[in-house]
């Protein structure tokens, strides 16, 4: 029994991120995965890799739900790659003046898509497209987290128009104010969505 164990966390622990793990059996079947990362990679990224080593290796399907992660900070972390980037983001009307935001961002090579439907008027619009980058981060990173659209501008800053956003994310113990800026290039929506990431961003390892 030991020996399966161990052959089990030999394989986890030489995949990328990995500092520890620990299997634990229910008989000859794996009832828990405890791994411990830091945080070069996307959790989810690192449980895919998980079940597909250990399928390929020993042939045992494992259930997501089984693996469990914890990250914590070891100087090893690449600034780059806990930022999120845009890859699109478009906004079309529907009948009876309904709208829906769809937003797809890539964090670690991999593209996730948040959407959001409402109606369509110019404040709620910029709402909208907030929401759906909101719904797009959560996904992402697998969060049940709550996290509200306090408010969206765009507004004349040194003569440069600017996407101002402000987000509340509540905790058990707290109410923080996210806020984030982004000058409008090519659209104000793409800058909408980069001020909300630029919100985030400082504290989407707490989601």
Known sequence: ME?????????????????????????????????LTNRTRAPKQISRDIQSSLTAYY?????????????????SRDKRLERILLSKVTYEVEEDNIATATVKLRMFDEEFIGTCKGVN??????????????NCVLNMLESDRQLVVEDVEVNLLAKTRVAMVAISLADSHDEHLLVGAAVVRKSENEAIVRATLDAVNRKMYQL
């Open 3 to 35: 020996e399966k164990v161990l052959k089990y966390e030999d394989v986890i622990n030489k995949l990328s991120g990995v500092i520890a793990s620990k299997v634990v059996l229910d008989g000859q079947e794996i009832r828990e995965i405890h791994v």
């Open 59 to 75: 042939g045992m399907p494992i259930d997501h739900r089984m693996i469990s992660i914890a990250q914590i900070e070891d100087g």
């Open 121 to 134: 008027s110019m404040r709620n619009a910029m709402r909208l497209v907030v929401t759906a980058t909101l």
